[in-house]
């Protein structure tokens, strides 16, 4: 169970127990009431999800994948979710994988990096 607090300035915190015990927070900001629970929610859900190891709801999981860079590695250091694989990674992989290839025509090969473009 979480909970939300408002501190003095008008930012919000919200506060729960990890999977040992220890009490957590999270600084959202300066957001509304209706707003800082919404994410409450959600952070809950990420929580249950660790601590009981199953998997997140679709919504919780279109609600991450629509998170920007910056909030999604609050999550990540507060260890409610694992790191976005990189986009580089992806990259490079695709380059070595097309490079090694020797059966295909070039052609084909600027098929898959059109590909890659769209991937990454």
Do not use: C
């Not at 990890?18 to 409450?40: C, P």
């Not at 059966?103 to 473009?117: C, E, M, P």
């Amino acid at each position: 169970m979480a909970s939300i607090t408002q501190l003095k300035n008008g930012l919000k915190r919200i506060d729960y127990y990890d999977a040992s015990g220890e009490r957590k927070a999270l600084r959202i900001g300066k957001v509304s009431m209706r707003d800082a629970d919404k994410i409450k929610t959600k952070i809950e859900e990420l929580n249950n999800a660790k601590i009981n190891g199953t998997t997140l709801d679709p919504e919780v999981v279109t609600w991450l994948s629509n998170r920007p860079p910056k909030v999604y590695e609050i999550l990540v250091r507060a260890g409610l979710v694992e790191p976005r694989a990189d986009a580089v990674k992806l990259a490079s992989f695709i380059d070595d994988y097309v490079s090694k290839q020797t059966f295909v025509k070039a052609s084909s090969k600027d098929v898959w990096r059109q590909g890659k473009l769209a991937l990454v």
